[in-house]
């Protein structure tokens, strides 16, 4: 069992950075891959960033590549999102998740979850 708990969000300018992290805790952590999702207001709720349980691979979403990115150190049992070149789009509640064998851009196979952390970027 994993609970997960994020923090790290707030209000910045556009162009800013931010970083995420999300606190882990459970005997298993490091066998578990990670991703980060976010639902704005009236959106579903969209993949953002993925890393491996080993940390060797990562995937992005389209819109999010070269601006975030995504690591774990397994010794602290924390999950980081780097956020750069923040913009308005951006603005949404982020959420980590973690799930038993390879990353996965499809929340519904995500078995455990954070709380969210609020990330808003005014223009």
């Known amino acids: 069992q994993v609970q997960l708990v994020e923090s790290g969000g707030g209000l910045v300018q556009a162009g800013g950075s931010l970083r995420l992290s999300c606190a882990a805790s459970?005997?298993?952590?490091?066998?578990?891959?990670m991703g980060w999702f976010r639902q704005a207001p009236g959106k579903e709720r969209e993949f953002v960033a993925a890393?491996?349980?080993?940390?060797?691979?990562?995937s992005y979403a389209d819109s999010m590549k070269g601006r975030f990115t995504i690591s774990r150190d397994n010794a602290k049992n924390t999950v980081y999102l780097q956020m750069n070149s923040l913009k308005p789009e951006d603005t949404a509640a982020y959420y980590c998740?973690?799930?038993?064998?390879?990353?996965?851009?499809?929340?519904?196979?995500?078995?455990?979850w954070g709380q969210g952390t609020q990330v808003t970027v005014s223009s």
């Open positions: 998740a973690a799930k038993a064998g390879g990353g996965s851009q499809y929340p519904q196979t995500y078995a455990y």
């Open positions: 890393v491996s349980w080993s940390g060797a691979t990562t």
């Open positions: 459970g005997r298993t952590f490091s066998s578990y891959a």
